[in-house]
């Protein structure tokens, strides 16, 4: 009875100590989450193999692991940069990234935990500076905001390329100007839609006086032809089938037979 307290002391430490090792060597993934599993005294981090997946997992208690978030995340960024002729632009943009899933032992033995501020922030930063530069002030805020979306996309992920990094979109939320050029742009702008305007009316205007001149020289041409076709023949016979037509009438009417030019019928009255 005497040597139970003793026993029971080392037992007491033993579990202690492997509850203390239990408690290291349990690792819980969480949703959207992987982890990088680092061998103490085996090389180091471990790049030829799958990092761990959501969920409860044991390892050595000497090894370690380093949870990344692998889920889509954003990264948002106001950037003042300098447009084509040296004028200060202000571009605010968002990127859409995630690391590389299976590259995600690489990612952490070459750029660690704090990548986004290593590589991605400093290669859209720099791709932002070098699409804007090929600019003016006029095309940045009038029709090219897309276009230097796209470039800004494809130059940032050439940059990431090989840095373990998946970019999946790059959106230009905002361009701001000093307000000086985009007051005169504004005004530019303005007067050349004025201008089109005015264009447009003159160009209608003398598309009208064009219709109306070629109905005039159809008419005179109708007009020619028509005189050149009644010779006298034609009109006393016309006039003719005229006084069969009129004698034909019931109404009360007076015709002198051959009193008009060219012998032809008037007509004197009508009651």
């Known amino acids: 009875m005497e040597r139970l307290p003793k026993i029971g002391i080392p037992i007491i430490i033993i579990a202690i100590i492997l509850i203390i090792l239990l408690a290291k060597s349990a690792v819980t993934i969480g949703s959207g989450e992987a982890g990088v599993l680092y061998k103490t005294f085996d090389n180091g981090v471990v790049t030829d193999q799958p990092p761990l997946g959501e969920g409860f997992h044991i390892i050595a208690p000497w090894n370690k692991v380093f949870v990344y978030e692998v889920r889509q995340q954003e990264l948002f960024e106001k950037m003042k940069v300098l447009s084509s002729n040296g004028l200060e632009i202000q571009i605010d943009a968002s990127a859409w990234y995630q690391p590389v899933y299976n590259d995600l032992g690489n990612l952490h033995q070459t750029l660690g935990q704090n990548y986004l501020q290593r590589v991605i922030q400093p290669a859209i930063r720099s791709a932002a500076r070098s699409v804007v530069g090929r600019y ?13 979306q796209d470039e800004i996309f494809l130059e940032t992920k050439k940059i990431l390329e090989k840095q373990y990094v998946q970019l999946n979109e790059v959106l230009v939320r905002d361009v ?11 005004r530019k702008l303005k ?17 009208e006086a064009e ?19 009644l ?10 089938d005229a006084t069969m037509k009129l004698a034909e009438s019931p109404n009360s009417k007076v015709i002198v037979i051959g009193s008009g030019d060219s012998g032809l019928p008037i007509i004197l009255g009508d009651k």
């Open 136 to 148: 003016t002030p006029e095309q940045l805020y009038s029709s090219k905001r897309d276009a230097i």
């Open 176 to 186: 701001t100007l000093p307000n000086t050029i985009k007051d005169a742009i504004e």
């Open 191 to 207: 007067q050349e839609q004025e201008s089109l305007e005015y264009e447009f009316r003159l160009v209608t205007a003398a598309k």
């Open 211 to 229: 219709k109306v001149i070629i109905e005039a020289q159809g008419k005179a041409e109708s007009n020619r032809i028509l005189s050149a076709s």
């Open 231 to 240: 010779t006298d023949k034609i009109l006393q016979d016309k006039g003719i």
